[in-house]
């Protein structure tokens, strides 16, 4: 087996003795056509909450009745006159055993 070589000073220049890479010619940038992915279907959900006011009216009629009873006495009261009567004759004379 053999080390590693030496590099010689006439390929000093050169990496693994491929000669020297000289600067990089840039050509101008060529567009290709478009290409375009399956289209990737992507969901939102967005949720609005609404308050609708629901108005269910009801009426309660209370009827009052005041019943006015009229209560009629009679009140009688009985009054008794008694009455007494006197009467004075003159008669004259006694008689006795009358």
Do not use: D, I, R
Request: charged share 5%.
């Amino acid at each position: 087996m053999t080390g590693p070589s030496a590099v010689s000073p006439a390929t000093a220049g050169t990496q693994c003795g491929y000669p020297p890479v000289s600067p990089a010619q840039v050509l101008p940038t060529q567009y290709m056509p478009a290409q375009y992915s399956p289209l990737k279907q992507n969901s939102e959900y967005k949720e609005q909450n609404y308050v609708v006011p629901m108005y269910h009216p009801s009426q309660t009629t209370q009827y009052n009745q005041t019943n006015v009873n009229y209560v009629h006495y009679f009140p009688h009261s009985k009054k008794q006159v008694n009455n007494v009567t006197q009467k004075h004759f003159c008669g004259g004379t006694y008689q006795q055993g009358y």
